[in-house]
């Protein structure tokens, strides 16, 4: 990522039922989901070959993360990257679903 390069966006697309982190135009990384009665449940995160270990995908579940709690939404973290990035932040434990 350039200095000049507009800063990473997460948002959520519910007509492809995935969160999108964007940088402009750019999709760099998603996180598809399944949303029911409050829960997320997120089978898959994916951040583009060339773009990987910049630190993208964690970028995307921090907005995941924001706009879960922001929703009052809990989530179900079956893909194993989403799994490992919730058990090691103890701040985000409270969005686990019972």
Do not use: W
């Not at 998603?30 to 994916?46: C, F, I, N, W």
């Not at 995941?64 to 809990?74: F, G, N, Q």
Request: charged share 30%; net charge negative; with cysteine.
């Amino acid at each position: 990522m350039e200095m000049s390069d507009p800063p990473p966006n997460v948002t959520d697309n519910p007509t492809e039922s995935r969160y999108e982190l964007r940088i402009g135009d750019e999709l760099v990384s998603l996180a598809d989901y399944r949303r029911s009665d409050g829960v997320v449940t997120v089978p898959h995160v994916e951040t583009k070959p060339a773009l990987q270990g910049q630190g993208f995908a964690e970028m995307l579940m921090d907005g995941i993360v924001d706009d879960l709690r922001a929703r009052s939404l809990t989530i179900r973290p079956t893909c194993p990257y989403a799994a490992a990035y919730m058990r090691d932040r103890p701040d985000t434990h409270d969005l686990y679903a019972a």
